[in-house]
């Protein structure tokens, strides 16, 4: 049986301390970003698009804030990605 290699860890505040219901999801894959229940961005390792939920990925000021942590840039940055084909908008939920 091959083992899948999974690490989930709280986002971390510019504070230091971990933030609740915010989560990094590490796979062999690439990174995901979670903000509570749902699935906002993915990163692949290697080759491949960074995908963001089509419906999530904007959802509110919060998961913005972390978002942008996540991908080290504003949302004005996101957008115009989006725009440009360099993020790919999909559903990760």
């Known amino acids: 049986m091959k083992t899948l290699k999974i690490k989930v860890e709280n986002m ?10 915010q989560f990094e ?3 062999a894959d690439g990174v995901y970003f ?5 699935i906002i961005a ?16 904007d959802y509110s000021r919060t998961t913005g804030k972390y978002r ?9 940055e ?3 990605k989006i725009d440009n084909g360099v993020y790919e908008l999909v ?3």
Do not use: A
């Open 12 to 21: 971390t505040s510019t504070h230091g301390n971990d933030v609740p219901n």
């Open 25 to 27: 999801i590490r796979t």
């Open 68 to 76: 942008n942590m996540f991908l080290r840039e504003t949302k004005k």
């Open 91 to 93: 559903d990760l939920n």
């Open 42 to 57: 993915f990163c692949p390792f290697g080759e491949g698009k960074v995908c963001l939920d089509r419906n999530k990925w």
């Open 34 to 38: 979670q903000s509570y229940n749902s």
């Open 78 to 80: 996101t957008s115009v």
